[in-house]
C-alpha cells in the first residue's frame, strides 16, 4: 500500500512527538477498504443484473475467471491472495493465479452448497444491494461467497498498509532527526540501498551515517510494539550499530546493550528528548553536528 507525503509526514510528526501513530494508519486502511466495499457492490450488481446465469457461476466469470482484472483483484475475489499463491507455485503469472483462484472457487462453492443443502442449518443470509433503484438479492451461497472475500481484501489490505508505513517512514524519519541535529548531508546516506558485490554477504539497511573519517555505521528503524521482540532481531542480521524504534521492551534494550547497538525509543518521550537521544548517539559515534546532547 502506497502512503502519500501528507500521510507520511503526518506519521513523522506523531512518531517524533512520541505519539502512538497507529490511529492515522488504521484510519486509511478502513477508508480505503470503505472505498473498495462500496465499487465492489456496485460491480457486483451490474454483474449479476447482466449476467443470464441463474446459478453462483455468474461471480466466477465476472470476478474471478475474468483476465480483464487484475491478478491481485482475481485472488482477492476468490477468497485468497497473491502471497499464498506465490508460495504455492513459486510463481504470481497471471495465468496461473487465474488457475488457482478458480480452483479455490470452486472448492468454496461446493463447500457453500453443501451448506445449504444442511437441513440442520436453521439460518439464512441474503445480502441486497439496490443501485439506482434497481435491487439485486444475494443468496447465502453469493452472500457468504462475498463476505469472504471482503474479509480476504481487509486482511491484505491490513497486512499491506502495517508493513509499507515501516518502509516508507524510516529513511525520511532519519533524514528529519539529521536536520533537527543540523547534520551535513555529507555525513548521512539516505540512498536506495546497492548491494555490495564484493561482500559475501550485503544485508539492506535503512540508513547510513558517517564520521570525519568516512567510516560507516548502519542504522535501523522499526515501527515495533511490545509484543514484537523477533523486529530488534533484524538489528543482528544486519549487523546495525544504531536502532529505532516506537517501542521497546526492556529485554530488547538488554539485547541491543549486549550488542553495543545504541538505540533510541521513541513512544511516549517528547520531541526534545528523541531530538537529544539522536544527538547523543550521534556524538557517541563522533559525527559531526551542532546540537549537544
Known amino acids: 500500500m502506497k502512503f502519500n507525503s501528507d500521510e507520511i509526514k503526518q506519521t513523522i510528526a506523531c512518531l517524533l512527538a512520541g505519539k502512538d501513530y497507529r490511529t492515522a494508519i ?29 446459478d453462483i457461476d455468474w461471480y466466477k466469470e465476472n470476478f474471478v475467471n475474468n483476465s480483464e482484472l487484475a491478478k491481485e483483484e482475481i485472488a482477492w475475489n476468490a477468497c485468497t491472495n497473491i502471497k499464498s499463491i506465490s508460495n504455492i507455485c513459486n510463481t504470481t503469472n497471471k495465468q496461473i493465479v487465474i488457475d488457482m483462484a478458480v ?3 470452486e472448492y468454496l462453492k461446493n463447500l457453500l452448497g453443501e451448506l445449504e443443502k444442511d437441513e440442520t442449518n436453521d439460518l439464512n443470509i441474503e445480502i441486497k444491494i439496490t443501485k439506482n433503484k434497481v435491487s439485486v438479492e444475494l443468496t447465502l451461497s453469493e452472500s457468504l461467497l462475498v463476505i469472504n472475500a471482503l474479509a480476504t481484501r ?58 570525519d573519517t568516512r567510516k560507516e555505521y548502519r542504522c535501523e528503524v522499526k515501527l515495533m510494539g511490545k ?63 551542532t546540537i549537544e546532547g
Open 227 to 289: 509484543g514484537n521482540p523477533e523486529s530488534a532481531d533484524a538489528v543482528i542480521a544486519r549487523d546495525s550499530d544504531v536502532f529505532i524504534a516506537d517501542t521497546l521492551s526492556v529485554q530488547n534494550k538488554k539485547q541491543l546493550e549486549e550488542r553495543n547497538v545504541l538505540w533510541i525509543e521513541l513512544k511516549d518521550h517528547k520531541k526534545d528528548d528523541i531530538i537529544d537521544q539522536f544527538a547523543n548517539v550521534l556524538k557517541k559515534l563522533h559525527i559531526p553536528q
Open 26 to 54: 488504521i484510519n486509511n486502511i478502513n477508508t480505503k477498504f470503505f472505498s473498495f466495499t462500496m465499487d465492489f457492490f456496485k460491480a457486483i450488481v451490474e454483474a449479476k443484473i447482466n449476467n443470464i446465469s441463474i
Open 103 to 105: 480452483a479455490n472457487y
Open 154 to 211: 481487509k486482511i491484505a489490505l491490513r497486512g499491506g498498509a502495517w508493513s509499507s508505513i515501516g518502509k516508507q517512514v524510516e529513511k525520511p524519519l532519519l533524514i528529519e532527526l539529521c536536520k533537527l541535529c543540523r547534520v551535513k548531508e555529507s555525513f548521512y546516506n539516505a540512498d536506495h540501498f546497492t548491494k555490495d558485490k564484493t561482500k559475501d554477504v550485503d544485508r539492506e539497511v535503512d540508513f547510513k551515517l558517517y564520521d
